[in-house]
Every structure is written in structure tokens, then in C-alpha cells.
């Protein structure tokens, strides 16, 4: 469907981890170690990337890794790209200690945001604090002197609570509040408080935990604000969707919150219209240094989307929601093919059954939502 002039034009996907692997392959890498139980060096990841599908030359541009999702992104003449960021853009060289994994892009490299017109980053997730509080605030710091919005992490609780205030001309203000929920792995330690950094955590995922965030979502908002909710939550790998998370997720839209933006998992999973409004349970990985990683391969996390939406300005209903399929090589975003894009179709189908969600597959533009 050809986008309307008067809608809200949106990209949104799951986790970008630039760090790590993705970040050795940029101009200007960071430090390679690792405290991995079995990787102590990143560029190990860019030697497996190439084992399975060939050389990278390094160093990548900025853009190189966004690759064909930037013709994409042109198409579709979006008004907001808004990721998951999951690494920390910092020097620092003091881990979390007791964490088995931690991700971390050159403050140099924040170049690979920019060269998509990436307009806002999620943050509370569980690898933005790796490198420790002060990897959090030279983050925030990176992303405040580029001009990239952030929500969901601050040097304080209320910077942490505070929304990503986005103006689209002649559509308003759109909110993005970003949480993180226990259940994704965030340490509890990770909590910002009056007096440390931190994330933006919640304890419990409820229709009362999301009534509470209403509240302080209302103190934010003013008339005519879109309210977009991105959380992370649940476990890597699996479909189920737990009660929990459909009974949080449905209260936030019975308060107003136009689209609720949910990731941690490292594949795709289920979508919701729920009163017209859109749930993403689980966007999956979008850019990650996993290539050439062997297990798990039936959730086929290799495969990630792009999520290209229309929103209602005035009322925040979900207009359209078209869906691109695309898999990393080389580090690179490439299109997949057409057997790659109907195996999500019936994948998103099948595990989203009793939402009665329906695609359907076109040829050119991916997968299109059309219930």
C-alpha cells in the first residue's frame, strides 16, 4: 500500500549490536578483548563471519552494514527510524563483572548510526551497562553530542524515566519510552536510582505494573502525543508469548501507548493488532556479529525484518505495516529470498494464531500485514 501523505511514517526493528564483531570490521575499533568463557578476542567473530560466507574487507564504511536496507529505508520515506540499541558505545575497559557477555562499539564508530538516520535508540536492555557505569554514561554522552535521541537508561533515575521527544512536522510529537524487564537478563543491579546510572527496570510485567507506567507516562504527555512503549523482555529463544507479557501489553494500549515495540529474543516472533493498535512481541536481531554461529538454527535468526509502518497521527490506529525480510552477510544487510520471506509468513502466521493475525507475501514489497 503506498504510503499516505498525512500518515505517520515509521521504521522500527529489534536489537542493532554494533559492538563486539560488527565493531572490529569499522574504522576504528575498540579494544578486542574479551572476557567470553571461550572467545577472549572479537575479531574471532569477524574470522567466523568470513569462514561462512566470505572475505570482509576492512575497514567497512559506515553505512556498509545497513547495506540494502538503506535502499529500503529511501523507499519508504520514513519520518522516524527508531532502534534497540544492545551495545555499549564506550573505551572503558571495566567489564560487569560476572557477566558472561559484553558488548562494546568505539565511540569513533557512532558514525554507523548517523549514516542510517537513525533518529532514536531503545536503551534499557542487558548489555548497555557491560561496560560498567561509566561505559553507560560515555554512551550517553556519544549519543547526546550526535544528535541521536536516547530513552530507557540515564546518570539518574529520572533521566532514565524520561521519554525520547521526537518532533515529525505537521504530525506532532511522538514519545518513545523505553523499559527493561527482568525477565530479558538486565542484572537488578543495573537499576538507575536517584544517585547512579542505570536503566529504566521494572520488577514485574502486569496489567497494574502497566497501569503505573501510564501514570508516569502522562506526566510526560500532552494533547495530540503518540505514545510508543519499546520494551525488553523474556527469554532468547522460543515462541511463547507469555500471559504476562499480552496482559501488559494490552493495558498499555487500553491507556493510550500507540505502538508497544518489544524485543530480546533472537528471532522474530508474534504480532498482535490489538483495538487497532500494533504489539511487536519480539522483533528479533536486525544487525549482529552472529553469522557463521552454529546453533539454534531452527529459529533461524540469521533471517531479521524490517518493520515499515503507517500510525494514524491523531488516533495512533495502525494504517499499514509492511514487513522486509533480510539476513546478514558479511556483515552486511542483504534482501533474502522469496522462500526465506514465505518461511517468516507462516512462522509469524502460525505463532500468531489466536492474535488472528494474517500476511501475505508480495513479491517486491515483503511480507504485508492484512489482519
Not at 537513525?118 to 554512551?139: F, K, P, Q, R
Not at 494514524?312 to 509492511?322: I, V
Request: net charge negative; charged share 20%; proline share 4%.
Amino acid at each position: 500500500m503506498p504510503a499516505s501523505t498525512e500518515s505517520l511514517r515509521l521504521f522500527l526493528c529489534g536489537d542493532v549490536m554494533t559492538g563486539r564483531g560488527i565493531d572490529q570490521a569499522l574504522p576504528y575499533p575498540a579494544k578486542p578483548m574479551l572476557f567470553e568463557p571461550h572467545i577472549r578476542d572479537a575479531r574471532a567473530y569477524l574470522d567466523r563471519a568470513e569462514e561462512a560466507h566470505g572475505e570482509i574487507k576492512r575497514p567497512v564504511s559506515f553505512d556498509y552494514i545497513w547495506g540494502e536496507a538503506l535502499t529500503e529505508l529511501d523507499l519508504a520515506k520514513v519520518d522516524l527510524k527508531i532502534v534497540n540499541l544492545e551495545t555499549a558505545v564506550t573505551t572503558s575497559d571495566k567489564h560487569w563483572l560476572g557477566k558472561r557477555i559484553h558488548y562494546r562499539m568505539n565511540p569513533r564508530n557512532i558514525g554507523c548510526l548517523s549514516a542510517a538516520g537513525i533518529h532514536a535508540c531503545a536503551l534499557a536492555n542487558n548489555h548497555i551497562m557491560d561496560w560498567s557505569h561509566a561505559g553507560l554514561v560515555e554512551t550517553l554522552q556519544t549519543l547526546d553530542a550526535t544528535g541521536i535521541a536516547h530513552a530507557g537508561a540515564g546518570s539518574n533515575v529520572d533521566e532514565a524515566i524520561r521519554p525520547a521527544i521526537l518532533n515529525v512536522s505537521g504530525k506532532g510529537r511522538i514519545l518513545l519510552f523505553s523499559i527493561g524487564s527482568i525477565t530479558s537478563g538486565i542484572p537488578s543491579d543495573w537499576r538507575a536510582t536517584h544517585v547512579s546510572a542505570g536503566v529504566n527496570l521494572v520488577d514485574q510485567l502486569s496489567e497494574k505494573s502497566a497501569a503505573q507506567l501510564a501514570n508516569r507516562i502522562r506526566e510526560f504527555q500532552q494533547p495530540g502525543d503518540l505514545v510508543i512503549v519499546s520494551v525488553h523482555w523474556g527469554d532468547n529463544w522460543g515462541y511463547h508469548i507469555p500471559s504476562q507479557q499480552v496482559a501488559f501489553a494490552h493495558r498499555l494500549i487500553d491507556e493510550g501507548v500507540a505502538i508497544v515495540h518489544g524485543h530480546s529474543s533472537h528471532h522474530v516472533k508474534a504480532i498482535e493488532v490489538f483495538k487497532g493498535k500494533l504489539i511487536l512481541y519480539g522483533c528479533g536481531d536486525f544487525i549482529t556479529d552472529y553469522e557463521g554461529i552454529s546453533d539454534y538454527e531452527h529459529f533461524r535468526r540469521d533471517l531479521a525484518l524490517m518493520y515499515l509502518l503507517e500510525i494514524d497521527p491523531r488516533s495512533g490506529g495502525l494504517l499499514s505495516a509492511r514487513l522486509v525480510p533480510m539476513q546478514m552477510r558479511r556483515f552486511r544487510l542483504e534482501r533474502t529470498l522469496s522462500g526465506d520471506a514465505q518461511f517468516l509468513c507462516d512462522l509469524l502466521m502460525k505463532t500468531a494464531e489466536h492474535f488472528n493475525t494474517h500476511f501475505e507475501v508480495v513479491e517486491r514489497d515483503g511480507l504485508i500485514l492484512t489482519s
